[in-house]
Structure formats: structure tokens, C-alpha cells
């Protein structure tokens, strides 16, 4: 277990409220990232952080921001939910930076239905 | 536009029997092509890697072979066993920081 938990696994939420993802790493890595998993698109990166403070976006950012203020906790906010926003989000973490290949550690998704 | 591709969506293997997964790519550019499998209710778990510049990378039952000039590549596990029965995505590292998924390939098993 690598330590890395999303709350809450489960929400169902209505168009236009608020919808804030919590990501809770143990494992102190730099790197953190939000995906998002729809049928037939694979995994898309929404946003990820490598480090304090410091965020960027992927490629489907549009709609969604983030925050990192500690180490241990991302944070993926949907200002104002809508339904293509309905997806199972993906938190991972990293120690990427050095050579070889980005392995990345996932938690076991979020599940969010905006009606 | 898909930079991997996974074309097809599912495969049924029998018990004891080899499972081929492949994976087809665009950009040459690519480090490092991973593989992950996925159970439902679960995230993605790292499977095996193969850096650009090998042909092949084994790990147990699970061998990956590179093929560059086709831009193609496989996961082959022998022999596969029910708990092998998940999704497998393909993924590739365009950066030390980005990967590139395939839209996953659901394999079974069958006993």
C-alpha cells in the first residue's frame, strides 16, 4: 500500500455546485497528479504539482483547479459542476525527476455523478 | 487525435495460454512505454517498462517487446491465470512528468 487515499471514493452532486477531491499522500513524493478516466479515453491529466505551491495544467484542465499547500495534499476543485464533468478522478504521486521511466502510484479514484 | 492507441477494447484468453496486448503509437519522441493494469474499483498498478532504446524488457510472465519502426508494442503474459483477467492500459512518457494513455484493453480470462 503506498500510502495515497481520495475522498471521497463516492459523490453525486447536482449541475453548478461546487465539487472539491482530496488527495492524502504518506509517501512524502514530489509529484502529484489529477486524472481523470472516461470510456474510450484511456487516462487524461488534468492538472499536477511538483511541489508546494507549484501546479501546472494537462490537457484537459478546462473547468477544474487545484491546490497544493502541504506536501501530502492535492486538492482538485470543480468551481461549478457540470454533467461531462461526471468521471472517475484519479490521484497519483511520483518521485519522477530522475532518469528512467515516470512510475506513478495511484489511489483508488473518486467517483463523481453530476446530475 | 490519439498519440496510443489501443485497438482493441477486449481479449479473451484461456487459462495456461499465452495473452498478447498490443499497443500503437504515433510520436517517436517517446522515452518510455509503460504498462498498467487496472482491477474495477481500483486505480491503475504499474505492470512493467521499457525504455525507447531496448527491444524487449521481462519481468516473470510478463514480457514487453518494443518494435520502433512499427511504433507498435506488446505485452505478452505466459502463462496467464484468472487473476491476470483486468484492464491493461499502455502508456507512453513524452516527459519525466507526462504520460500519454491508451484507452485500455480489458482482458479475460477464461477457465
Avoid at chain 1, 3 to 21: A, D, F, N, Y
Wanted: with cysteine; hydrophobic share 30%; aromatic share 12%.
Amino acid at each position: 500500500d503506498a500510502g495515497i487515499t481520495q475522498s471521497p471514493r463516492h459523490k453525486v452532486t447536482e449541475t453548478g455546485t461546487p465539487v472539491t477531491l482530496r488527495c492524502h499522500q504518506t509517501e512524502n513524493h514530489r509529484y502529484m497528479y489529477w486524472y481523470r478516466q472516461d470510456p474510450g479515453h484511456g487516462l487524461r491529466l488534468i492538472h499536477y504539482s511538483y511541489g508546494v505551491k507549484d501546479t501546472d495544467k494537462g490537457e484537459v484542465s478546462d473547468g477544474y483547479s487545484v491546490s497544493r499547500s502541504k506536501t501530502e495534499d492535492f486538492l482538485l476543485t470543480l468551481e461549478s459542476a457540470t454533467s461531462s464533468q461526471t468521471s472517475v478522478y484519479f490521484c497519483a504521486i511520483s518521485e519522477s525527476g530522475s532518469t528512467g521511466a515516470n512510475v506513478l502510484t495511484f489511489g483508488a479514484g473518486s467517483r463523481l455523478t453530476v446530475l | 487525435d490519439q498519440q496510443v492507441k489501443q485497438n482493441s477494447p477486449s481479449l479473451s484468453v484461456q487459462e495456461g495460454r499465452i495473452s498478447i496486448l498490443n499497443c500503437d503509437y504515433t510520436n517517436s519522441m517517446f522515452d518510455y512505454f509503460l504498462w498498467y493494469k487496472k482491477y474495477p474499483a481500483e486505480g491503475p498498478t504499474f505492470l512493467i517498462s521499457i525504455s525507447s532504446i531496448k527491444d524487449k524488457n521481462e519481468d516473470g510472465r510478463f514480457t514487453v517487446f518494443l518494435n520502433k519502426s512499427a511504433k507498435h508494442l506488446s505485452l505478452h503474459i505466459v502463462p496467464s491465470q484468472p487473476g491476470d483477467s483486468a484492464v491493461y492500459f499502455c502508456a507512453a512518457m513524452v516527459s519525466n512528468y507526462q504520460l500519454i494513455w491508451g484507452a485500455g484493453t480489458k482482458l479475460i480470462i477464461k477457465p
